[in-house]
């Protein structure tokens, strides 16, 4: 709790003061000016590109009305930074804009920023300015990211070319079940899971950790990544299509964490949700063969785990996914959208 919070509790804090108490604070570069002026201003090293981003997250859409305003935070700065390692780019300043309702308690401002200070920390991202404004609708969140990379190194969707393989970080589908958990939470028992499995699960919904101990390995090895946020099969679709590529991807090769296979052994047809939901936040790189064996070590070095699951081949924007069996699954649905 910050100080004086007792104090003002109750008070309504302008939005200067707002500002002031909990965004400042994150504002350590000397680039925000103190969040006292009207604009950052950036300086960007010799041989450098900027890379920029921009997410937003609703109440209600990415996020729920009650989970924890620490994890809004996390997250909302989490899937930017998830963007920036998907190009092989690190994390340099961000821009936060937030419409909230007039009433928004104090409480969840010191939440929210501590959220955001905890992903500063680990990654070395800074708050360089945003906007604050009441909102009769619901609580939105839009942050804008700048990353670094050398010039000519960003990592493009387009780059994939046929015979890479492809490789997903971390486990897939944990965040879908977590958000199904919040809403009924007596899928819990239906799918056999104790209390650890439940927590990890909604822990991966609300606080998906940035891979960025992917960012070097993809800036060297990867001809092509893209960050999974809409279900995996349809982001490896919009990589395969935007490269002029296909792409098959085997489901035995897919990783999923142990919760989510106590789930699948319960449900078996949850796999094709685990395999198209959103909200996963993980990275896909296709790597050439040649460098397969270097994109592993220098990950296994950084300590991320990646997993190969198929293939960049077959005709241009087509994605199968093979079963088994060897067969090939059909899908009702390859990803989220919003429209
Ligand atoms: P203006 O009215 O000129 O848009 P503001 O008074 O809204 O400026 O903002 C003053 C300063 O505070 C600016 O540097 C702006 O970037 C910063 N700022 C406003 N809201 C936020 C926020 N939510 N997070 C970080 N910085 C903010
Ligand atoms: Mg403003």
Same mark, same amino acid.
């Given at each position: !709790? ?53 997410? @937003? ?26 963007? %920036? ?12 804009? %937030? ?16 959220? +955001?200070?905890? +992903?500063?920390?680990? @990654? ?62 007596? %899928? ?9 499995? !439940? ?8 606080? #998906?950790? #940035?891979?960025?101990? %992917? ?16 279900? +995996? ?36 047809? +949850?796999?094709? @949700? ?33 997993? !190969? ?31």
């Amino acid at each position: !709790m910050v100080k004086g919070l007792e104090r003002v509790e109750g008070e309504r804090l302008g939005e200067f003061e707002i500002i002031a108490r909990y965004f400042a604070p994150l504002a350590t570069d000397k680039a925000a000016l103190g969040l006292r002026d009207d604009a950052a201003v950036l300086v960007i090293s010799e041989g450098y590109e900027l890379i920029a981003t921009c997410d @937003t997250l609703i109440e209600g859409v990415h996020f729920l009305s009650d989970d924890p305003p620490d994890s809004i935070g996390y997250k909302a700065l989490s899937v930017n930074l998830s963007d %920036l390692a998907a190009k092989g780019a690190r994390g340099h300043a961000y821009l936060l804009s %937030l419409a909230l309702p007039r009433e928004t308690p104090h409480a969840w401002f010191e939440g929210f920023s501590s959220g +955001l200070r905890e +992903l500063q920390e680990a @990654t070395g991202i800074t708050l360089v300015g945003g906007d604050t404004t009441a909102s009769p609708g619901p609580l939105t969140i839009t942050i804008t990211a700048l990353g670094l990379v050398a010039h000519g190194h960003a990592v493009l969707r387009h780059g994939a070319k046929t015979g890479d393989r492809l490789y997903v970080s971390g486990t897939i589908g944990d965040a879908c079940l977590g958000l199904r958990l919040l809403k009924d939470p007596a %899928l819990a028992s239906a799918w056999d899971l104790l209390e650890e499995d !439940m927590a990890f699960l909604i822990d991966r919904y609300r606080r #998906p950790k #940035p891979r960025t101990e %992917l960012v070097i390995p993809i800036r060297n090895f990867a001809q092509g990544a893209i960050d999974v946020s809409d279900g +995996l099969v349809g982001d490896v679709e919009k990589l395969a299509r935007v490269s002029h590529v296909g792409a098959v991807v085997e489901a035995a090769r897919v990783p999923f964490s142990s919760a989510a296979q106590k789930a699948l052994r319960r449900e078996p047809q +949850l796999l094709e @949700t685990l395999l198209t939901a959103g909200d996963d936040y993980e990275l896909v790189a296709a790597v050439p063969e040649a460098s397969a064996p270097a994109f592993e070590a220098e990950a296994q070095a950084k300590g991320a785990s990646v997993t !190969m699951i198929g293939r960049i081949a077959g005709p241009s924007g087509d994605v199968r996914v093979l079963r088994p069996d060897g067969e090939p699954l059909a899908l009702g649905r390859k990803g989220f959208t919003h429209f």
